[in-house]
């Protein structure tokens, strides 16, 4: 459970609330770490963790992500190194590139995952693409 800083440190409201002494303080992608382990623990299924830059910009989450080759997307900074296997890394703004082919990675997987669970044939990169393009109006 995730407790700010301000009721961990006052003991009267913590006691109050039922709260144990014990109670660490844990950030929450920390908490979010703790979740999605008990997830993939439980086999529960699941094909993406998405979070804004709150979580994003923490670079442990990223790296424990991949680490479990978590598809995963999240806002961070311009500024954040990030990294994907097989690509390269870097800083945000100077490897853009970097994101856009890890989002075209990741949502190639997430189709082809899907489409396997349905038991329908697995796309391939191209015919992926299209089928995913809008029609044209009119």
Known sequence: MYLPKSWIIDRQRCDAAGVPDDAPLLTKPRVAIQMLQRAIDARVPFTWFT????FGQVKYLR???QERD???VVATRCNDEVCAHDIGHGRADEYAHITLSML???WLAAVRAAEQ???APT???SNSCRS???KPAG
């Open 117 to 119: 669970q349905k038991g």
């Open 123 to 125: 796309p391939t990169a």
């Open 70 to 72: 978590v598809f995963h």
């Open 51 to 54: 979070a804004d830059e709150a």
């Open 132 to 134: 995913a393009a809008p």
């Open 63 to 65: 790296t424990w992500l």
């Open 104 to 106: 075209a990675l990741a």
